[in-house]
């Protein structure tokens, strides 16, 4: 409060450098601007006629085959917006119950799913929609000649897996279990996506991921089927949200995904039928 | 006291303390005891402080001498090149990952020479994640390295060149005191940033227990399965920086 004449021009000066600190601390997730408030007629006039934007959490293995429906979407319902949150389901189960404004959740297992539905933050129960089987991601011609989950163990070989608490990390656990394997990855990673891009980057000789990733990431990788991964088939739940800004829509969509045209794009980008 | 500024300040104040307020507010403090004596929580814990330290003590070594050469010295493109220094503080730090990964990964424009000649390879490795560290935090310590040298008066440095002293003696006994409130103060601002460092490490070094897994990948980590674990190692992070910010603050950044 006094007013000191010699105050130093380096406190200034830290000053900024804190401010600028401040501001370039990092932030981790994507921030999808839910603008769904524009979403007027809920109630509807006439329910056939959809507006407004839906929000739609996805899991990262769905990322393509989402954005390839959510564009048919907003054709076939002129006026409508599907604007999408992908990453580590986990992650986005945390975010729906922390209250972000979502439409529709779809999780790349039950148990991501189950956060969500423990809170009862739900509004229809959950319905299988695809399935997902696991597979190796190796560099392009694998090199490393790995043709078995146990050519992984290998030492030397730079593997990486999903964190535990992703559902694919949690499926690549169970088939290591199931075929009584031990292996210690270079890198534990948050999502799908960052696992599969440590190899396109060739910084990892291999990691374990979705088929449907495999087949995304075209030549980049090779991919290799393992029997293991019969042992560690992912379920993917979708449901509408309890809060959901644009609910009719929000079904609209839902129901795309379910029906044969939709199934149809996910067959195509590698996923089971449910 | 004007009003117009009273308030306003107030408002800041509050802004900035009313998420640590929360954290205090739900924190678990009944299971917090078990979750603080997990051995995974003081791995990374100490795994963040020798990190955050060696990646202090490398940008010092580093960004000293630059700070010097661009406060001190008069080449063309010098105002560009303190631009480029500062883009680190601009950059997203996952992009500063990537690009630290096309530089120094496997097989990286200069990694893939580690590689193939000493057979280095810095991704998922404890060095990664220093490097990763340095390069977000240093150019803090620069910024404030390279004011504090404006502030102080060249003719010191001048008066030892021309008593005899070589330019780099003249640096070392007379610059480099003159300046060291500076220094501190940049450095204590370098390992505040390195110790909170996310993106740049997840991107580069990955997440493995005890080799890159520091506390704020622990916390992001944490934060998907188990919230209140989550919770429980920001508190100590917080806890840690305020006992560091506030032991050095009476040393080194009070007005003098």
């Not at chain 1, 993917?236 to 129901?255: G, S, T, W």
């Amino acid at each position: 409060m006094t007013r000191s004449a010699r105050r130093p021009r380096r406190t200034l000066q830290v000053a900024g450098v804190a401010a600028l600190l401040a501001l370039s601390a990092c932030s981790a997730s994507d921030d999808q601007s839910p603008a769904s408030a524009s979403a007027s007629d809920s109630s509807g006039s006439s329910p056939s006629k959809l507006s407004g934007t839906v929000t739609v959490f996805a899991a990262a293995s769905l990322k393509e085959s989402f954005t390839t429906l959510g564009t048919e979407f907003e054709k076939a319902h002129p006026g409508t917006k599907v604007t999408f949150n992908f990453g580590g389901s986990d992650t986005l189960a945390a975010s729906i119950t922390g209250g972000a404004p979502a439409d529709v959740f779809a999780a790349a297992s039950a148990k991501t799913m189950a956060i969500v539905t423990d809170k009862k933050d739900n509004a229809t129960t959950p319905v299988t929609f695809v399935r997902n089987q696991l597979a190796i991601a190796t560099l392009p011609g694998n090199p490393d000649k790995i043709a078995l989950l146990k050519d992984l163990t290998k030492s030397g070989l730079k593997v990486v897996l999903c964190d535990k608490t992703v559902p694919c990390g949690a499926a690549a656990q169970k088939a290591l279990d199931a075929s009584g394997l031990k292996l210690t990855p270079v890198s534990y990673e948050q999502d799908v996506k960052s696992a599969l891009t440590k190899v396109e980057l060739k910084e990892a000789d291999a990691a374990v991921v979705y088929k449907t990733d495999v087949r995304a990431a075209g030549d980049r990788v090779e991919g290799v089927d393992f029997p293991e991964s019969a042992d560690a088939v992912n379920d993917y739940p979708i449901a509408l949200l309890k809060d959901a800004p644009n609910a009719e829509a929000a079904k609209a969509f839902i129901a795309l995904v379910r029906s044969a045209e939709g199934q149809q794009v996910l067959s195509e980008a590698g996923f089971l039928k449910p | 006291m004007p009003f117009a500024l009273l308030l306003p300040a107030l408002l800041g104040l509050a802004f900035l303390l009313l998420p640590l307020v929360a954290l205090l507010v739900r924190a678990p403090w009944h299971s917090l005891p078990e979750q603080l004596t997990s051995p995974e929580v003081w791995q990374a814990l100490r795994l963040s402080l020798v990190c955050a330290t060696a990646a202090t003590a490398l940008s010092l070594v580093i960004g000293v001498p630059l700070a010097w050469l661009l406060a001190r010295t008069d080449f063309p493109g010098r105002g560009l090149v303190r631009a480029l220094v500062t883009l680190p503080l601009v950059l997203p730090p996952v992009v500063g990952g990537v690009a630290l990964l096309l530089a120094l990964g496997r097989n990286g424009v200069v990694g893939q020479w580690l590689d193939s000649w000493f057979g280095i390879t810095l991704p998922f490795t404890t060095t990664g994640v220093i490097l990763a560290e340095t390069f977000v935090a240093m150019p803090f310590l620069v910024i404030s390295v390279e004011g504090t040298l404006r502030a102080a008066d060249p003719r010191y440095e001048e008066a030892a060149t021309t008593l005899g002293a070589s330019r780099f003696t003249a640096f070392r006994r007379v610059t480099l005191p003159l300046i060291a409130p500076g220094i501190a103060a940049g450095a204590v601002l370098a390992w505040a940033r390195a110790l909170g460092e996310f993106g740049a490490t997840i991107t580069f070094a990955g997440n493995f227990p005890g080799r890159t897994q520091t506390m704020p990948l622990a916390v992001y980590l944490a934060l998907q399965s188990d919230p209140e674990a989550a919770i429980a190692l920001s508190l100590v992070l917080l806890a840690v920086s305020i006992a560091v910010l506030a032991g050095l603050r009476d040393r080194w950044m009070t007005a003098s």
